[in-house]
């Protein structure tokens, strides 16, 4: 051992310069809220939250039908034929007016993968995996989402800023399938439903 | 009714009771002015046909009339020979007199109006049908002339 | 034999056939939608195009024969561009509503756009909107129809209905019947199965479920004698639908409204769930246990006391094969009793005792497919369409191949509606008739062409003297020269076949039909095989077979249900004679009487009612076994779903009693059943020949105090007690009804609809008249099934095979319900 070290751990010369650099970094802690560079990246969860990215594949959501206030599923099944752990159940009867009505629209959540297959399957965009991810609970039983429980999730996650992720990352919609300019009109008039022309670029992770 | 002798003779005509369906059609045609939904069940009853495939022919062809018709059935034709030759004026010369809409019948029961395609008579045009008489070489007087010989 | 080349594919093929169904037989695919194997080319869809090289325009595969020498691509640039027009223009009209369509997943024409699929389509579509059609089991939706036509084919050229067609024309044609009434037919759905898309669908499986959440299991039909192959869609253990599938079983894929919708009866809210043991005087729900306690106890003191001679068991016709052996060997083994007997006791048992007398034989399977290529067949006052319609399929198929299809029936049948000839006899004289036929065979010296070694011909042409055309028609109300023209038709013929029905249900026809169909037929030099006699239902020949009948002087079911006193003790596994059979006063009585009824069932019974015990058995799909069918053909079927409540395959309750008795039967496996069962077979005759004189001892009577005649039968929709407990079925027809001639209705003043009351010798029921041209003057047709309007109380019961039609007085119902108007 040299003299110069020796005199160094006499006189805490290590210690010392650590702590300079923890006051250092505590300071600008405390400063930072009034600096113009961020430098924090611990975020002090869960009292902060991490926001989540566009298309975030967290809890289950059945799409609400603004116009009826019901679920926009019609009980097509494609969801539950694509699902790959086959966690989606759909039981559907006849309604009074000859209608296909969605009895049942069951997801067992802790057995799905989440893929969002069945959110790129549905033809109707009624099924959507919202950004909620906390959702950890003691028991089993929460994770069996019925349809009400899943109309519920769409609500208290997703509401209306939904429809936009439909439209801004959800692509294509079922809305962006049209012919070409100067089709030959069969029969009738030309309906007027034109296909939203709106951008359909996506923020993608960027957002 | 239907007159079954000659339903059945009709029928002796053909290998197959199908076949005599069309004629058996217009015979009933020529019984009620029309083919009532009766008449076709009628007309099912005498050839044996379930009355499904009796209603499927009646409804394809045009010239079995499935609305109650006047007297007197008019068919005038309008295709290129009888339209240059003024058929046009004179379908609407019949809605003026007698209020004849093409496909309706008058209001007294009197005639109803059919358009009809060529009927061969473009060497005399314009042409008409009244029931079954021919009428070639119309004008506005003589229309009038022969359909106040229908009452 | 032509030789041609298929896609580069050096083919050998039948002269006379398509291209389509050559390509089928070699496995090369050909896109279709309007072809059907059962049905005639029509060539409406233009799918089936394919390119022949020499040929300009493209050929239609379905309509166009192969020749020699054909060049043939059926997967070119062109074809597939043509292809996809076709198929855009049909999506022209065609409502694009998949994801509710209940066809999507197994749709033709999703499929095909999907191959060929053009995802842009050239036209702006205009959709038709006419509300969809509901029927009680048949739903039509108009928007998605292709206008194929296949449902109208299939429902009259093979089914020989003909209730829809497509009404009006071009846009606007609609499949539809006559004038948009409800559908009002056979119900078979036999145009459900064939729409290739999702225009017809049922109604049972309206929205029920995604076609690829079904998983499909194959079993054997419950109903008829038939055993056709049922397909079954299950979804999470649960049977949704039923269908057919092309060219499976012995059924091909047809199946008829039973097979369809009459599944839905094990879902019956009266299914049995426990034992029910009758505690001073009421059922009390009881444990396995205690009712098998209760009987092992009670059979034991029966026999002690009075003797196994004393009880007696009656098997079912619908029951597993299986099962019956196991009932057969529990009385045998356990009990040591013979008494032992089924239903077929008064229909079958008739016919094969019929056959055996004559021809020789005791067993005498039907061929399905025997109608076809004949020259003439007749039909003997049998409703086949009905009772077996798959097997009546095929004689409406013989028919378009050229076969002189004869009817002899006084009920205006399917078949006599759509057969080449139709004679209206009197009820109940169709043995006159068959005797007038064989008389003039032996008058025309037919028989001399043939060697003819059966002994008793000289009597039986005794006997058949004074039967003369012109006494045959005095007897049968066929005219003279009809009678006598039909007659030399068959005797004459180059193949000819008789058919008839023989069922517990019917009773126009009897030992003595039998006897003189066998004794024309020996005469004209026929074998067995142009005598077809179906047995019944589902199990019927195999419950014969079983050994449900006495073998060893046991009582037969006359002794054991029509005799007073004779037994102590009965053990009626899944049959319902107070519905089912003749005379159910009498019957009724001697059930009363006894000292134990155990009734093992799957639903409460009307004899179930007052039985002692109640046990609930599994019922068909809910248990392994096999049924033999009329063909003598033992199919298996599988168990598809679960147990209903508490009940055990009926074989296993019999295990289970006969080891509470302190026996063991040995077989204590099913496989080892299974094994046992394979190795029944039908036992050969002597096949000695034999004529019977003639034995028919004239018109049944009708006096002035009972003027008609009352028929008994099955029909269309029901069969036996079973399928009144389906609810699709029920929708169609719930309640009794007896028909009735309008000329009747009129003299005796009885309106459509009214309840009418029908009294014979025995008594007095009530029941809904309808007035029907099927039905000629002076008779009455009721058919049996429903157990609220005890119909069986009037008829009787004839112990030696004999047709005993009952004369009856009917009229307005009288009392309390209201006297009709008139």
């Given at each position: 051992?040299?003299?110069?070290?020796?005199?160094?751990?006499?006189?805490?010369?290590?210690?010392?310069?650590?702590?300079?650099?923890?006051?250092?970094?505590?300071?600008?802690?405390?400063?930072?809220?009034?600096?113009?560079?961020?430098?924090?990246?611990?975020?002090?969860?869960?009292?902060?939250?991490?926001?989540?990215?566009?298309?975030?594949?967290?809890?289950?959501?059945?799409?609400?039908?603004?116009?009826?206030?019901?679920?926009?599923?019609?009980?097509?099944?494609?969801?539950?034929?694509?699902?790959?752990?086959?966690?989606?159940?759909?039981y559907?009867?006849?309604?009074?007016?000859?209608?296909?009505?969605?009895?049942?629209?069951?997801?067992?959540?802790?057995?799905?993968?989440?893929?969002?297959?069945?959110?790129?399957?549905?033809?109707?965009?009624?099924?959507?995996?919202?950004?909620?991810?906390?959702?950890?609970?003691?028991?089993?039983?929460?994770?069996?989402?019925?349809?009400?429980?899943?109309?519920?999730?769409?609500?208290?996650?997703?509401?209306?800023?939904?429809?936009?992720?439909?439209?801004?990352?959800?692509?294509?919609?079922?809305?962006?399938?049209?012919?070409?300019?100067?089709?030959?009109?069969?029969?009738?008039?030309?309906?007027?439903?034109?296909?939203?022309?709106?951008?359909?670029?996506?923020?993608?992770?960027?957002? | 009714?239907?007159?079954?002798?000659?339903?059945?003779?009709?029928?002796?005509?053909?290998?197959?009771?199908?076949?005599?369906?069309?004629?058996?059609?217009?015979?009933?045609?020529?019984?009620?002015?029309?083919?009532?939904?009766?008449?076709?069940?009628?007309?099912?009853?005498?050839?044996?046909?379930?009355?499904?495939?009796?209603?499927?022919?009646?409804?394809?062809?045009?010239?079995?009339?499935?609305?109650?018709?006047?007297?007197?059935?008019?068919?005038?034709?309008?295709?290129?020979?009888?339209?240059?030759?003024?058929?046009?004026?004179?379908?609407?010369?019949?809605?003026?007199?007698?209020?004849?809409?093409?496909?309706?019948?008058?209001?007294?029961?009197?005639?109803?109006?059919?358009?009809?395609?060529?009927?061969?008579?473009?060497?005399?045009?314009?042409?008409?049908?009244?029931?079954?008489?021919?009428?070639?070489?119309?004008?506005?007087?003589?229309?009038?002339?022969?359909?106040?010989?229908?009452? | 034999?032509?030789?041609?080349?298929?896609?580069?594919?050096?083919?050998?093929?039948?002269?006379?056939?398509?291209?389509?169904?050559?390509?089928?037989?070699?496995?090369?695919?050909?896109?279709?939608?309007?072809?059907?194997?059962?049905?005639?080319?029509?060539?409406?869809?233009?799918?089936?195009?394919?390119?022949?090289?020499?040929?300009?325009?493209?050929?239609?595969?379905?309509?166009?024969?192969?020749?020699?020498?054909?060049?043939?691509?059926?997967?070119?640039?062109?074809?597939?561009?043509?292809?996809?027009?076709?198929?855009?223009?049909?999506?022209?009209?065609?409502?694009?509503?998949?994801?509710?369509?209940?066809?999507?997943?197994?749709?033709?024409?999703?499929?095909?756009?999907?191959?060929?699929?053009?995802?842009?389509?050239?036209?702006?579509?205009?959709?038709?909107?006419?509300?969809?059609?509901?029927?009680?089991?048949?739903?039509?939706?108009?928007?998605?129809?292709?206008?194929?036509?296949?449902?109208?084919?299939?429902?009259?050229?093979?089914?020989?209905?003909?209730?829809?067609?497509?009404?009006?024309?071009?846009?606007?044609?609609?499949?539809?019947?006559?004038?948009?009434?409800?559908?009002?037919?056979?119900?078979?759905?036999?145009?459900?199965?064939?729409?290739?898309?999702?225009?017809?669908?049922t109604?049972p499986y309206?929205?029920r479920a995604?076609?690829?959440f079904l998983e499909s299991t194959d079993t054997i039909c419950p109903y008829?004698?038939?055993?056709?192959t049922l397909t079954l869609d299950l979804r999470e253990g649960k049977i949704l639908r039923v269908r057919?599938?092309?060219?499976?079983?012995?059924?091909?894929?047809?199946?008829?409204?039973k097979g369809r919708f009459g599944f839905d009866f094990i879902y019956s809210e009266g299914r049995l769930t426990k034992?029910?043991?009758?505690?001073?005087?009421?059922?009390?729900?009881?444990?396995?246990?205690?009712?098998?306690?209760?009987?092992?106890?009670?059979?034991?003191?029966?026999?002690?006391?009075?003797?196994?001679?004393?009880?007696?068991?009656?098997?079912?016709?619908r029951t597993t094969?299986e099962d019956?052996?196991?009932?057969?060997?529990?009385?045998?083994?356990?009990?040591?009793?013979?008494?032992?007997?089924?239903?077929?006791?008064?229909?079958?048992?008739?016919?094969?005792?019929?056959?055996?007398?004559?021809?020789?034989?005791?067993?005498?399977?039907?061929?399905?497919?025997?109608?076809?290529?004949?020259?003439?067949?007749?039909?003997?006052?049998?409703?086949?369409?009905?009772?077996?319609?798959?097997?009546?399929?095929?004689?409406?198929?013989?028919?378009?191949?050229?076969?002189?299809?004869?009817?002899?029936?006084?009920?205006?049948?399917?078949?006599?509606?759509?057969?080449?000839?139709?004679?209206?006899?009197?009820?109940?004289?169709?043995?006159?008739?068959?005797?007038?036929?064989?008389?003039?065979?032996?008058?025309?010296?037919?028989?001399?062409?043939?060697?003819?070694?059966?002994?008793?011909?000289?009597?039986?042409?005794?006997?058949?003297?004074?039967?003369?055309?012109?006494?045959?028609?005095?007897?049968?109300?066929?005219?003279?020269?009809?009678?006598?023209?039909?007659?030399?038709?068959?005797?004459?013929?180059?193949?000819?076949?008789?058919?008839?029905?023989?069922?517990?249900?019917?009773?126009?026809?009897?030992?003595?039909?039998?006897?003189?169909?066998?004794?024309?037929?020996?005469?004209?030099?026929?074998?067995?095989?142009?005598?077809?006699?179906?047995?019944?239902?589902s199990?019927?020949?195999?419950?014969?077979?079983?050994?449900?009948?006495?073998?060893?002087?046991?009582?037969?079911?006359?002794?054991?249900?029509?005799?007073?006193?004779?037994?102590?003790?009965?053990?009626?596994?899944g049959?319902?004679?107070?519905?089912?059979?003749?005379?159910?006063?009498?019957?009724?009585?001697?059930?009363?009487?006894?000292?134990?009824?155990?009734?093992?069932d799957i639903r409460?019974?009307?004899?179930?009612?007052?039985?002692?015990?109640?046990?609930p058995a599994s019922s068909w799909a809910e248990k392994e076994g096999s049924f033999?069918?009329?063909?003598?053909?033992?199919q298996m079927l599988p168990k598809v779903v679960s147990t209903t409540g508490d009940s055990i395959a009926d074989w296993k309750?019999?295990?289970?009693?006969?080891?509470?008795?302190?026996?063991?039967?040995?077989?204590?496996?099913f496989?080892?059943?299974?094994?046992?069962?394979?190795?029944?077979?039908?036992?050969?005759?002597?096949?000695?020949?034999?004529?019977?004189?003639?034995?028919?001892?004239?018109?049944?009577?009708?006096?002035?105090?009972?003027?008609?005649?009352?028929?008994?039968?099955?029909?269309?929709?029901?069969?036996?007690?079973l399928s009144?407990m389906s609810k699709s079925l029920?929708?169609?027809?719930?309640?009794?009804?007896?028909?009735?001639?309008?000329?009747?209705?009129?003299?005796?003043?009885?309106?459509?609809?009214?309840?009418?009351?029908?009294?014979?010798?025995?008594?007095?029921?009530?029941?809904?008249?309808?007035?029907?041209?099927?039905?000629?003057?002076?008779?009455?047709?009721?058919?049996?099934?429903?157990?609220?309007?005890?119909?069986?109380?009037?008829?009787?019961?004839?112990?030696?095979?004999?047709?005993?039609?009952?004369?009856?007085?009917?009229?307005?119902?009288?009392?309390?319900?209201?006297?009709?108007?008139?």
């Open positions: 051992m040299s003299m110069n070290e020796i005199v160094k751990k006499l006189l805490f010369i290590e210690i010392i310069k650590g702590l300079a650099l923890t006051l250092r970094v505590f300071m600008k802690g405390l400063l930072d809220p009034f600096s113009e560079k961020k430098t924090i990246v611990t975020r002090r969860y869960p009292k902060e939250k991490r926001p989540a990215a566009m298309g975030f594949r967290g809890l289950h959501a059945l799409v609400r039908n603004p116009a009826t206030g019901e679920a926009k599923c019609v009980g097509c099944g494609l969801c539950a034929a694509i699902c790959p752990s086959r966690c989606i159940y759909i559907t009867s006849e309604g009074t007016e000859h209608q296909k009505v969605v009895d049942r629209y069951e997801i067992e959540v802790l057995r799905c993968v989440y893929c969002a297959f069945c959110v790129e399957a549905c033809p109707y965009g009624a099924v959507v995996l919202t950004p909620h991810y906390e959702y950890a609970d003691y028991s089993r039983e929460p994770f069996y989402m019925t349809k009400e429980k899943l109309l519920q999730n769409w609500d208290r996650f997703m509401g209306e800023k939904g429809y936009d992720y439909f439209d801004s990352f959800w692509n294509p919609g079922t809305g962006h399938f049209k012919g070409y300019e100067g089709q030959a009109v069969f029969r009738g008039k030309r309906k007027t439903e034109q296909v939203d022309e709106k951008k359909t670029d996506t923020g993608g992770e960027s957002a | 009714m239907l007159d079954r002798e000659k339903v059945r003779e009709i029928v002796r005509k053909y290998p197959e009771r199908r076949g005599a369906l069309l004629p058996a059609l217009h015979l009933a045609q020529k019984e009620y002015g029309w083919l009532s939904p009766e008449a076709m069940k009628e007309v099912s009853r005498a050839l044996n046909l379930p009355e499904a495939t009796v209603k499927g022919v009646a409804t394809f062809y045009a010239m079995y009339r499935r609305v109650p018709a006047g007297r007197h059935l008019i068919q005038i034709c309008t295709n290129v020979a009888c339209m240059i030759f003024g058929a046009e004026r004179l379908v609407d010369l019949l809605k003026e007199r007698y209020g004849l809409e093409p496909g309706g019948t008058s209001e007294d029961g009197r005639f109803s109006l059919m358009i009809m395609e060529c009927i061969g008579a473009c060497d005399r045009a314009p042409a008409m049908l009244v029931n079954e008489d021919y009428h070639p070489d119309l004008n506005e007087e003589r229309i009038m002339t022969i359909l106040e010989g229908y009452k | 034999m032509i030789e041609l080349t298929i896609d580069g594919k050096l083919i050998q093929a039948e002269k006379g056939s398509t291209i389509l169904q050559i390509a089928k037989a070699n496995n090369i695919k050909i896109p279709h939608l309007c072809w059907d194997r059962r049905l005639k080319p029509y060539g409406g869809c233009r799918l089936c195009l394919v390119e022949v090289e020499g040929q300009r325009k493209l050929l239609a595969a379905c309509s166009t024969p192969a020749e020699n020498g054909m060049v043939i691509k059926t997967d070119t640039p062109v074809l597939r561009k043509a292809r996809k027009t076709v198929l855009e223009l049909l999506l022209v009209h065609h409502p694009l509503d998949c994801p509710i369509c209940d066809k999507a997943g197994e749709c033709d024409l999703q499929d095909l756009a999907y191959q060929y699929g053009p995802s842009e389509g050239r036209f702006y579509a205009e959709r038709k909107h006419d509300p969809e059609a509901t029927s009680p089991l048949i739903e039509r939706n108009p928007n998605r129809c292709i206008l194929c036509g296949r449902c109208v084919r299939v429902c009259w050229e093979h089914q020989g209905v003909g209730a829809i067609n497509l009404i009006g024309r071009g846009f606007n044609t609609k499949i539809s019947p006559a004038f948009e009434e409800t559908l009002d037919c056979e119900f078979c759905g036999q145009c459900v199965d064939a729409c290739p898309v999702g225009a017809l669908g109604k309206k929205y995604r076609a690829w008829c004698s038939v055993g056709c057919g599938m092309d060219g499976v079983g012995v059924n091909e894929g047809d199946l008829c409204g034992p029910l043991l009758r505690k001073n005087g009421e059922f009390q729900e009881v444990d396995w246990e205690e009712a098998l306690y209760y009987i092992a106890e009670r059979l034991r003191d029966i026999k002690e006391t009075h003797g196994p001679e004393k009880i007696g068991a009656i098997g079912s016709a094969l019956d052996i196991m009932l057969a060997r529990f009385f045998r083994e356990v009990l040591g009793s013979d008494n032992i007997d089924s239903s077929a006791r008064l229909g079958y048992a008739w016919a094969l005792k019929g056959m055996e007398d004559t021809l020789g034989i005791k067993s005498n399977p039907v061929s399905l497919n025997s109608p076809i290529g004949k020259e003439v067949v007749l039909v003997l006052e049998s409703d086949i369409t009905s009772t077996h319609p798959i097997f009546g399929l095929k004689f409406l198929e013989a028919m378009h191949e050229g076969t002189e299809v004869i009817v002899v029936d006084p009920r205006k049948t399917k078949l006599a509606r759509r057969g080449n000839r139709w004679l209206r006899n009197r009820p109940g004289t169709i043995t006159p008739f068959l005797y007038g036929i064989t008389h003039l065979a032996m008058k025309e010296g037919v028989h001399l062409k043939k060697d003819i070694t059966a002994e008793g011909l000289d009597e039986l042409e005794d006997g058949l003297r004074e039967y003369t055309p012109g006494k045959v028609s005095e007897l049968t109300g066929i005219d003279e020269d009809l009678f006598r023209e039909v007659a030399l038709r068959f005797i004459n013929a180059e193949s000819r076949l008789l058919t008839l029905t023989l069922g517990a249900a019917e009773n126009q026809k009897g030992l003595e039909t039998i006897h003189a169909a066998a004794n024309l037929l020996m005469l004209l030099g026929e074998g067995p095989e142009a005598l077809q006699i179906p047995s019944d239902y199990n019927t020949y195999g419950a014969w077979l079983a050994g449900l009948r006495p073998l060893s002087g046991g009582k037969d079911l006359y002794g054991m249900l029509y005799t007073p006193g004779s037994l102590k003790a009965l053990y009626v596994m049959e319902d004679p107070l519905v089912t059979m003749p005379d159910a006063g009498t019957i009724e009585e001697n059930l009363k009487d006894l000292e134990l009824l155990i009734v093992q409460l019974s009307e004899t179930g009612k007052l039985a002692h015990v109640v046990l033999i069918n009329s063909q003598g053909i033992r309750i019999f295990r289970n009693i006969a080891r509470v008795m302190g026996h063991d039967l040995g077989t204590v496996e496989s080892q059943l299974k094994e046992e069962a394979g190795k029944i077979v039908p036992e050969e005759g002597t096949r000695k020949w034999r004529f019977i004189p003639p034995e028919w001892e004239g018109l049944a009577r009708t006096t002035e105090e009972y003027p008609i005649l009352m028929v008994t039968g099955n029909i269309m929709q029901h069969s036996g007690s009144v029920s929708h169609v027809l719930s309640d009794a009804f007896v028909q009735i001639s309008p000329e009747d209705a009129g003299r005796f003043r009885i309106g459509d609809g009214e309840f009418i009351e029908i009294t014979s010798p025995k008594g007095t029921v009530y029941i809904k008249a309808r007035v029907s041209d099927e039905i000629p003057e002076g008779m009455l047709f009721v058919p049996l099934h429903f157990a609220h309007a005890r119909v069986n109380l009037l008829t009787e019961v004839s112990r030696d095979g004999k047709a005993l039609l009952t004369p009856v007085r009917i009229g307005p119902r009288k009392g309390n319900g209201g006297s009709p108007a008139g």
